[in-house]
């Protein structure tokens, strides 16, 4: 099955902007769907966003809409989410998982079969 691997997050100022990166290794992303999630300290893991590999479905959390973008480039087989106005409270370590939900599911984490080692995300001045 393939793997997703990301990669982009470091430290950045409040108010700054991130993009992370998610590649497929030992397959493509053909057929399914490639989400991002987080988790803060002391927090639940939760849904960020997610984009569908084929076809143009891709969702954002609501509360995330209008600072976070997710998109795809075919051509590199990776998946892109483009953090901007970034926060404090945006600091998580930040996964990438790949699945097949079906649409409606797609913020459900247990339908995600194959997850990044995540990347650490720190806002802070």
């Known amino acids: 099955q393939v793997q997703p691997v990301e990669s982009g997050g470091g430290l950045v100022q409040p108010g700054g902007s991130l993009r992370l990166s998610c590649a497929a290794s030992?397959?493509?992303?053909?057929?399914?769907?490639i989400g991002w999630f987080r988790q803060a300290p002391g927090n639940e893991r939760e849904f960020v966003a997610v984009?569908?590999?084929?076809?143009?479905?891709?969702d954002v959390a609501d509360s995330l809409k209008g600072r976070f973008t997710i998109s795809k480039e075919i051509a590199k087989n990776t998946v892109y989410l483009q953090m901007n106005s970034l926060k404090p409270e945006d600091t998580a370590v930040y996964y990438c998982?790949?699945?097949?939900?079906?649409?409606?599911?797609?913020?459900?984490?247990?339908?995600?079969?194959?997850w990044g080692q995540g990347t650490q995300v720190t806002v802070s001045s």
């Open positions: 984009i569908r590999w084929s076809g143009g479905n891709k």
């Open positions: 030992g397959g493509t992303f053909g057929g399914y769907a």
């Open positions: 998982a790949v699945g097949r939900p079906i649409w409606g599911s797609r913020s459900q984490q247990s339908l995600y079969g194959a």
